[in-house]
């Protein structure tokens, strides 16, 4: 399984900007998908998850309300669509599949990562 993430680039405080992880492999449909974020001399931190028929999607606190996660079964492609961005969601994002079809907001729950792709929002 490999999974390619783009749509990261440098944004003004307020804007937007959609990343797309389009996944290789079987059974993309079969499993959860999630977005994590992790700034420099930081941990990696939940941002969203959704399960694998998009029935369940969670959030984490900080994004609540201006990030929206997505996914296109027929596409093998997981979307994070992002709002309102802030400086403070500078970072690098990745997103990986879980090891099940639940929306998984834990690191250990995910076996296979993107390379991750740089958001980067000014002031």
């Known amino acids: 399984v490999q999974l390619q993430a783009s749509g990261g680039g440098l944004v003004q405080a307020g804007g937007s900007l959609r990343l797309s992880c389009a996944a290789s492999?079987?059974?993309?449909?079969?499993?959860?998908m999630g977005w994590f974020r992790q700034a420099p001399g930081k941990e990696r931190e939940f941002v969203a998850a959704?399960?694998?028929?998009?029935?369940?999607?969670y959030y984490a606190d900080s994004v609540k309300g201006r990030f929206t996660i997505s996914r296109d079964n027929a596409k093998n492609t997981v979307y994070l669509q992002m709002n309102s961005l802030k400086p403070e969601d500078t970072a690098v994002y990745y997103c990986?599949?879980?090891?099940?079809?639940?929306?998984?907001?834990?690191?250990?729950?995910?076996?296979?990562w993107g390379q991750g792709t740089l958001v980067t929002v000014s002031s």
């Open positions: 959704i399960s694998w028929r998009g029935g369940s999607t």
């Open positions: 990986g599949r879980a090891r099940a079809a639940g929306a998984n907001t834990q690191t250990r729950d995910y076996v296979y």
């Open positions: 492999g079987r059974a993309f449909s079969s499993y959860g």
